[in-house]
Structure formats: C-alpha cells, structure tokens
C-alpha cells in the first residue's frame, strides 16, 4: 500500500474556520461568505473571544457545495435557497428516521 | 474488483422475511453477546461485532434493505448487474471511482451502502475563482463518506488509520492514500470531520480536495446516542414503575445509581446530568437519559399468579376510567 510521507500525522483539525479560511478554501470572495451566512445559507459556530466570526467544517463543506451547485448548474441565489433549505429538510428526515430506528 | 456478498439476514440468524421489530430484537440479543466491552474473545467479537452492526445498518434501513434484496435476488452472483450507476449516494462521478478502508464497514457495505459521494467539478467546469486566479487551476473535487465510530471512541476520542483508493482523474491510474484520522472527543452521530487535501488531487497547482467523513456512532447494546446525550432502554418490573425503586444502570464511564421515583410512567426519562458525551473542547457533558420500559411477565406459577388475582380483586385502578368520564 502506498503512503504520503507525511502519512502518520493525523490530520484532522476541528479547530474554528475563520471567514478568511473559508473564503480561501473554497475559492470564493470573503463577501460571498457574509452574504451566504446573512442569507442563511451557512451558519456561524460561535463568536471567538472578540468579534471574531467562527464557522466549523460543515460551514466549509456548505459553502463549497454552494459554488458546486452555482458554477455547475448557475443555480441562482433564489434557487439556492430552495435547493438548500430542501437538502437540509431532507438530512434532518434522515436523521430522525435513522434515530426511531435504534 | 471482486467483492465478497455478504449475507446479512445470516449475520444476524433472521429470515429475509424478518419484521423491523424481529432485527432489532436479533441485533440486540446478539450485540449484547459480541460488544468488544463485555465479550471475552476480543478479536474475533470485534469482527463479529462489526459484521452485526453492518448488517443492522443495512437491513434496518427500508431503503437500504430494499436494494440489499435486490442484490441478493440472484443469490448473491454476478454483483455487477445491479451496480447501477451513480448508485452511491448520489456520486456524480459515476460509481465506484474510489474505496475506502478502514472505516469500520467492510468492502461490500463500502460499494453499495456507504454515503460515499464525489463533490465538486467536473473537468472544465471549474469554479470561477473570486481571487482572480485563471486558467486551467482547478481545486480537486471533495470526497464524502461515512467512519463507523464506536462509543467508546466517540467518548475519549481516536486515532485512526484509513486508506482511500481513487483513480486519478488525469492519469487515470489507480492510487492508494494511507493516513490517520483523528476522531474528536465528543464526535456526535452525523457530525462530519474534515481530513484536509485528501480529497481528489487539484489542477494545474490549485489545491486538493478535502475528504469529509460522516461520523455513523456503531450501535451499542445499551446506549444510543441523541447528540451529546445518551440514552438507555431501562426494562423494570411494574411493581418497580409504581413502588419506586433504587437501579444501577451502565453508563460509558461507569456504573451509576439511580432513583426510580414511585409512580413513574412507562416511558419516562430520568436524567443523569454531565454523564453523555462531551460537548466539544468545553469540558461539558451530555446528559445521561435513563427511559423506563415497564416489561410484564410472560409466565407467573400458581404463587405469582395468586398475587395479581389479589391484586386485580383489591385495586381501586381502573385504566379505563378516564375515557367514558369527562
């Protein structure tokens, strides 16, 4: 089996993002990101300290998965707002069912 | 890629007719024997164990046990044929362009029922970089599955190996990345942990994918888990719910006391404070639920039996009363 040399560090951070962070990794303007987490789209985790604003992975994962479905398929703001609030609805149904379950 | 047919009905000793109910109660009655915490041949119950849970992922899932019996309706042959593309999970790349290992689940349960999804760009689509970079560059796709983590990990946090075999888009060859994934103390059901840059490679030096695993808590005999809060199925005695009674019940770091108070409904959640998983770096706990299930008995002898008599002919209880009296 091939492996990284660096394959022994676990690398998992679960550290806080800050909107810098995010806005670098998924390749988007810092404003898009404001405007994504005022529209609902994404959510702050928490306020550090200061007034320093805080988003976790899932923030990171949605805001790419927000341009996947923008440049991809030139889903409009309107439209992303549908598309997400439904993909929301239909993971919180999942979870639900998959917890009655157990 | 050949992969082994696994035969979940088997696993767990039901038929492929079992109800919901029949699963659950198989699952149960087996996991308390194979849970790496009681068993006492630890490597072969933690095989087991994972082969149990596995199955009750699947077969407790209508869906999922759906497209289970679809694969197995030729008796377990020619896997292919129902391998329809873009079956995982929504993967837009097509299935099967990459496996993981090490997650807990076993190649099978990897191919046809992991969450596993590519997510992001097709080739020369990529995202127009607000950052004004152009050309070719183009970030790699994210890569999305599922780890199956044990309570005990998700209460002391894990470190974990993994491998994830994926073609590479641009040479098209098979590649193979081994790395470890450390699992966060407190790493509730449904919580995804980013492992950064082991997604798909990235284009023209624009940077990697990331890989995000879905965190899937195993199922556990006697707790499961609602966020940060776990939950144990307490069956007591009738006498116990309407007398009161003094129990000690598990919890993941050690058995506790309990007060069941008198009177208590069937059903009712008791709260340990503090006693769940722990809410992320805060040092703060979940709390501890404690849900009475009044069990009745299957048989009494003639003693036992006497008793309820008594108890039938002497109490003022009348379970029906209150629906024709306003």
Redesign the interface.
């Known amino acids: 089996m091939n492996s990284d040399t660096d394959s022994n560090d676990a690398e998992t951070t679960d550290e806080g993002y800050t909107l810098e962070f995010i806005a670098a990794h998924a390749g988007v303007d810092p404003v898009a990101i404001l405007r994504y987490q005022e529209k609902g789209f994404i959510r702050a985790v928490e306020r550090g300290g200061g007034e320093q604003v805080v988003f976790d992975s899932e923030a990171l994962r949605q805001v790419r998965r927000i341009e996947h479905l923008r440049v991809t398929f030139e889903v409009n703001e309107a439209g992303l707002g549908l598309i997400l609030g439904l993909l929301r609805e239909v993971e919180a149904l999942r979870e639900e069912q998959r917890r009655a379950r157990r | 890629m050949s992969i082994a047919f696994k035969d979940y009905y088997a696993a767990l000793g039901i038929a492929r007719d079992a109800t919901?109910d029949d699963i659950?109660k198989a699952f149960r009655k087996l996991a308390r024997l194979y849970h790496p915490d009681v068993a006492k041949d630890k490597a072969t119950a933690e095989a087991k164990f994972k082969e149990i849970n596995e199955a009750n992922e699947v077969l407790?899932?209508p869906e999922k046990r759906k497209k289970y019996d679809l694969l197995g309706a030729d008796g377990g042959q020619s896997r292919e044929a129902a391998d329809g593309g873009g079956s995982r999970g929504g993967a837009e790349g097509g299935a099967q362009e990459f496996h993981f290992g090490g997650t807990g689940f076993s190649d099978f349960f990897e191919r046809y029922f992991s969450g596993g999804t590519r997510?992001?760009?097709?080739e020369g689509?990529?995202?127009?970089?607000?950052?004004g970079?152009t050309g070719a560059a183009q970030?790699g796709s994210?890569i999305e599955g599922d780890i199956l983590v044990s309570l005990d990990e998700a209460m002391h946090g894990a470190?974990r190996p993994v491998?994830l075999r994926s073609v590479n888009r641009r040479t098209g060859e098979m590649?193979?990345?081994?790395?470890?994934?450390?699992?966060?103390p407190g790493a509730t059901?449904?919580?995804?942990?980013?492992?950064?840059e082991?997604g798909e490679p990235g284009v023209g030096g624009a940077?990697d994918g990331?890989l995000?695993l879905r965190v899937r808590h195993a199922?556990h005999p006697e707790f499961?888990t609602?966020g940060a809060d776990v939950v144990h199925e307490l069956d007591i005695a009738p006498w116990e719910a309407v007398l009161g009674a003094e129990v000690t019940v598990p919890t993941l770091d050690g058995a506790i006391k309990l007060r069941i108070p008198p009177n208590s409904a069937n059903g009712l959640n008791i709260r340990a404070r503090g006693r769940g998983l722990p809410r992320g770096k805060t040092g703060e706990r979940g709390d501890f639920f404690v849900v009475l299930a009044v069990q009745l008995p299957r048989e009494v002898d003639a003693a036992e039996r006497l008793l309820w008599e008594n108890l039938r002919d002497h109490s003022v209880f009348k379970p029906r009363a209150a629906r024709t009296s306003p």
């Open positions: 919901t659950k407790s899932d997510y992001g760009f097709d689509q990529g995202p127009a970089f607000a950052g970079r970030r994210d470190e491998s590649e193979t990345q081994a790395f470890k994934i450390r699992i966060p059901d449904g919580r995804r942990i980013r492992v950064p082991r940077a990331d995000f199922a499961t609602r």
